[in-house]
C-alpha cells in the first residue's frame, strides 16, 4: 500500500541553524501539506501546497518557514534559524480527491525535531 | 476559525467495555476524518465520512457522521487492549483546504 514517508526520523540542532525536513507524499497524490505537534499538545496546520504553490498557511508559517517541491516526487520544509519552541514533531501529509469532492488524508511517519 | 472539540478528552474503561467518543464543531465540513495516534507516530487513518447521516463500520469501530456534517461519533465495541492510543478527529470546509485537528480523545484499555 501507498505511504508517505519521511526523512530524517530525528533531528537535533543548535538554535539559529537552518534544517530541512524531507518528505515523499503518494505518488498520485495533489495537495500536500505540513503539520506540526508539540509534545503533549494538538496537531496544527502548518501549509498546503499545490499546483507548486502555497494555497493556504496558518500563522504559525511566518518568514522563517518555506516550502518546495524540487524535483516531483521530494516536498520540503525549511526552517531558515531554528528557535527552541521550533522543537515538535513535524508531520508530512498528502491527499487525493474521493469521489464528489471530499478529500482523504494520509499523514507520514513525522520528523522529530530537537532545538538546542 | 474552525474549532473542533472533542470529548471526553480521557478515558479508561476495561477491557471488554464499549465506548463513544465525539467530536463537534459549529462549522459544517465537506469531510472528517478519523486518525489513530500512538506516542511518537504520526497520526494513522481509520475512515473518512463525507456524507451526512453516514455511518462506516471498521471491524468494532462505528463512526457516524452527523446530519448536518458539523459533529462525529465513534463508538468501539469490546474494547481491547489494542485500541488504546489518541483518537483524533480532523475536518476540512473544502478540497484543498487544511485539515483543522481536534485535541483528541486518550483512552486507555485496561486487560
Known amino acids: 500500500e501507498p505511504e508517505v514517508t519521511q526523512t530524517p526520523s530525528h533531528q537535533v540542532t543548535q538554535m539559529g541553524q537552518e534544517v530541512i525536513l524531507r518528505c515523499v507524499p503518494i505518488s498520485n497524490h495533489l495537495y500536500f501539506y505540513w503539520y506540526r505537534q508539540i509534545l503533549g499538545q494538538k496537531v496544527e496546520f502548518l501549509v498546503s501546497f499545490y499546483n507548486n504553490e502555497i494555497s493556504e498557511k496558518s500563522e504559525i508559517f511566518d518568514d522563517q518557514f518555506s516550502v518546495e517541491r524540487p524535483d516531483g516526487s521530494n516536498f520540503t520544509l525549511k526552517i531558515r534559524s531554528t528557535k527552541l519552541e521550533d522543537s515538535a514533531m513535524y508531520f508530512c501529509a498528502s491527499s487525493s480527491r474521493l469521489a464528489g469532492g471530499a478529500e482523504t488524508q494520509y499523514f507520514g511517519p513525522g520528523t522529530r525535531l530537537l532545538v538546542l | 476559525t474552525q474549532l473542533l472539540e472533542q470529548s471526553p478528552q480521557f478515558l479508561s474503561i476495561q477491557e471488554g467495555e464499549n465506548l463513544t467518543v465525539y467530536c463537534n464543531s459549529s462549522?459544517?465540513?465537506?469531510?472528517l476524518q478519523w486518525y489513530r495516534q500512538e506516542p511518537g507516530e504520526g497520526p494513522v487513518l481509520l475512515v473518512t465520512v463525507v456524507t451526512g447521516g453516514e455511518v462506516k463500520k471498521l471491524k468494532r469501530l462505528t463512526f457516524q457522521f452527523g446530519d448536518a456534517r458539523k459533529d462525529s461519533s465513534l463508538h468501539i465495541t469490546a474494547a481491547q487492549p489494542g485500541d488504546t492510543g489518541l483518537y483524533l478527529c480532523a475536518g476540512a470546509i473544502a478540497y484543498g483546504q487544511n485539515f483543522v485537528f481536534g485535541p483528541g480523545t486518550r483512552l486507555s484499555v485496561l486487560p
Open positions: 462549522s459544517v465540513f465537506s469531510s
